[in-house]
Nanobody, 116 residues
Framework: VQLQASGGGLVQPGGSLRLSCVAS????????EAWYRQAPGKQRELVATITSSGSTNYADSVQGRFTISRDNAKNTVYLQMNSLKPEDTAVYYC???????????WGQGTKVTVSS
């Protein structure tokens, strides 16, 4: 199983980006997907999760600005990031856990830099 993350880049404060995570298998195999991020010198932190039933959860720091969603037909999970702040600068990783196997998988990371 492979997760391919993309969509990172350089954006000014207040701007938007959409990250994508494409799975090599049907995402119906996953019980949940998530986005994590790791800023320089900091631990990896959970940003947002979405379950197979569509329930979502967000870190307090991104609540109201970020939206996680999934497109089952495209085997893709998205993270729409609006009103970006310099403190959102990090490498963002997608994550998925098997609904039956409970095995977990990580994408390779995509870098987001918020700077003027």
């Amino acid at each position: 199983v492979q997760l391919q993350a993309s969509g990172g880049g350089l954006v000014q404060p207040g701007g938007s980006l959409r990250l994508s995570c494409v799975a090599s298998i049907s995402i119906f195999n996953f019980g949940a997907e998530a986005w994590y991020r790791q800023a320089p010198g900091k631990q990896r932190e959970l940003v947002a999760t979405i379950t197979s039933s569509g329930s979502t959860n967000y870190a307090d720091s991104v609540q109201g600005r970020f939206t996680i969603s999934r497109d089952n037909a495209k085997n893709t999970v998205y993270l729409q990031m609006n009103s970006l702040k310099p403190e959102d600068t990090a490498v963002y990783y997608c994550y998925a856990v098997g609904i039956v196997t409970r095995e977990y998988y990580w994408g390779q990371g995509t870098k987001v830099t918020v700077s003027s």
